[in-house]
């Protein structure tokens, strides 16, 4: 299970238990790790009116015209357009009303309502601020040019091309384009599906950070498409973790708590011990004892260790977690979140040599920072409006200096 | 049934059938009437762990402080932070080690996990790095400040406070939170009960566009938190469309079709019939013959009448339909999209007079339009990345101007 992706350096993973991080990898050496094992998952075929919101897989290819025929594009007369040639409000033509289903006879004009058929000959729709009813005839007072008020048999889909493009994520006005096309079942990215692991209890605060956790990580793991395929609470000790995580059936397993320096801290010794712990300890605040690694048969299923206290689960998630959930589901893989550009009001200060998630509020369109990355609780998570990701070289971020806000939500 | 909200001018609507529209209402005036009308529904309760993306009715008030007694906050050892005072690598003080479940001892210190329980009397967590074990004693070479590595009780929420307010969709952190807090029911808006009534057939075509609007229109309630209480399907003449929306058990009804100058859009006049057409016709591109009205007992449910073709059907409902759903659950009435601002490449053509919802795409991060307003179809919408709006006073925007773009998906 050794790994030999290229770019990915084979870390030794040392056990951190009452000693604390010899060194940490980089964001962005964990973003790699998690970058080169977040490969797509099968696909699978599911109803066109339940597939808003999914990944398509594969182009849709229409194998009909829209319109099938061309059609009114209005409500109106349709006519034949060189008859209409010199017809003005001193120069009313009169035209015979005929019925629409019959083939347009010589200076005739059938009613046609928007979306129906033409009949056979017209090549034109009159609106009706151009035209009089006068009895069974009628008045026409303009001119209209040939193919006004008209759509062309193929004009908005043409058969044997692809509308809807693979790989997006199906937008509510793609559900009327397919049901347009008669599309009843269409082919999208199956949804990772997504093992939580709580690690617990460890003393009864710890408990509330399993409770926490879980509740909070079946609400991401939908975010992110993805479907939580079974939560196992409370993984007790070394064994119950190996166990939980070696089980088959998921394409992904979190696991949250027990990723620290705390002498009961084995979530990286039970993955070591059911696959591989790649990496642990990453230069990310709060979340930097989270860890990443490979369990299952061949090592193909791969673990995120999330840390147990929720700011630090969170942000560990958000940027290790949910990446890698994102790009099973072929999803784009960047933070899903809304972005706004936008002054910093107060200072924002980080730690040099970590990448710091820096929840903030907008006071009068400006950037203020939430208590510090190390001391942030999901209380104060809950009054922020986003988060800035403070790189890490710098120690955060001075009033005046423009700054990208992740917007919560 | 008659309109005597403040502001809100009744207006004639007239039978434009075969006629064509004498005025229409402005953009602002329809959604001066969505808001008057958009009134939030009630509150319902459910389980917590369901109400991610639901709007919160009530702000959630903390029973408990978080944590509910002092707890360490990190891994260490718990010590009195008066007895590190000058310990340093050159002056290790020497403490008993002692479990933590048992009062803290003099110049004793006790193993504690993050999250865990101090022992009574100590004040502070010395971190691993400050400390060596040396067989049932510990060596200390670093001081610690009184309160270091601990949370105070109530340190992330006091009881008392309400932590989330109300009013906001609740995000997936919240979920944590309110687990934290033990909170197992939450009171939510009620999501509005939507009745889409499908108008047709009026030839092949018309049939496909219902297919298209349904479709689309399911997706849409859903996006923005609606429910559909039933769709009823090509509802023929005025007398079914009539019976269709004046059936109770919906909070908004939606029809779409039916609503032009053909001789067979009756949509108006059987809303007219069971309830009160406010207005017909709104200056909007595409989408200038949506209507607005009441129906149902004492005239408290709000009918929004959707051009058929899907592009007009799609921007009167984004506009109109979209908003008063979204107003009546409780969430932000503006459109839902994100928004982006840039720059315009190629001229978007606009008329003068309406409201023109132009789609288009991003081409070397300038905005290309798709297509003019009058001629879009869901073939076109489905290659924009989103869509301008085009205020009524003017007839587009010239290369060079800065747009907002409303990005799709």
Not at 323 to 341: N, S, W
Request: aromatic fraction near 2%.
């Amino acid at each position: 299970m050794s790994d030999d992706r290229p770019g990915l350096q084979p870390r030794r993973c040392e056990d951190v238990r009452l000693r604390g991080f010899s060194g940490r990898a980089s964001v962005e050496e964990a973003t790699a790790w998690v970058d080169a094992h977040g490969e797509r998952l099968g696909a699978e075929a599911i109803a066109t009116r339940e597939a808003t919101g999914r990944v398509l897989a594969a182009p849709v290819e229409a194998t009909v015209n829209i319109p099938e025929a061309a059609r009114s594009a209005e409500d109106g007369y349709a006519v034949r357009s060189r008859e209409t040639i010199g017809a003005g409000a001193y120069n009313p033509l009169r035209f015979s009303l005929q019925p629409a289903t019959e083939p347009l006879r010589e200076a005739a004009a059938a009613l046609v309502a928007a979306g129906a058929a033409l009949p056979a000959g017209a090549d034109a729709v009159l609106p009706f601020s151009a035209a009089q009813v006068d009895g069974a005839q009628l008045e026409v007072t303009g001119a209209v040019a040939e193919g006004m008020g008209i759509e062309r048999e193929g004009q908005e889909v043409r058969a044997g091309t692809a509308p809807v493009a693979a790989s997006r994520v199906l937008r509510p006005e793609d559900a009327g384009l397919l049901a347009s096309l008669r599309v009843e079942r269409v082919l999208v990215m199956r949804r990772p599906r997504v093992r939580l692991v709580i690690a617990g209890p460890k003393g009864s605060s710890s408990v509330r950070h399993g409770d926490a956790d879980g509740a909070m990580l079946a609400a991401l793991v939908a975010r992110d498409g993805g479907v939580v395929e079974s939560a196992v609470r409370e993984a007790v000790g070394r064994k119950a973790l190996a166990a939980a995580i070696a089980a088959p059936g998921a394409d992904v397993v979190l696991v949250a708590g027990r990723t620290g320096t705390g002498p009961d801290d084995e979530a990286p010794l039970a993955l070591a011990e059911v696959g591989e712990l790649a990496l642990h300890g990453v230069a990310l605040r709060p979340g930097g004892s989270a860890g990443l690694g490979v369990a299952g048969a061949e090592g193909a299923v791969p673990v995120v260790l999330l840390p147990g206290a929720p700011p630090a689960c969170l942000c560990a998630y958000e940027l290790l977690a949910g990446r890698l959930i994102r790009r099973l589901g072929g999803r784009a893989p960047g933070l899903p979140h809304a972005v706004r550009e936008a002054e910093v009001g107060g200072k924002i200060v980080s730690g040099v040599g970590s990448v710091d998630m820096c929840w903030v509020r907008f006071v009068q369109g400006r950037v203020e920072p939430i208590g510090s990355a190390e001391e942030v609780s999901l209380g104060s998570v809950a009054r922020a409006d986003g988060f800035v990701l403070v790189p890490a070289p710098l120690e955060g971020h001075a009033p005046g200096a423009r700054v990208t806000v992740y917007v919560c939500g």
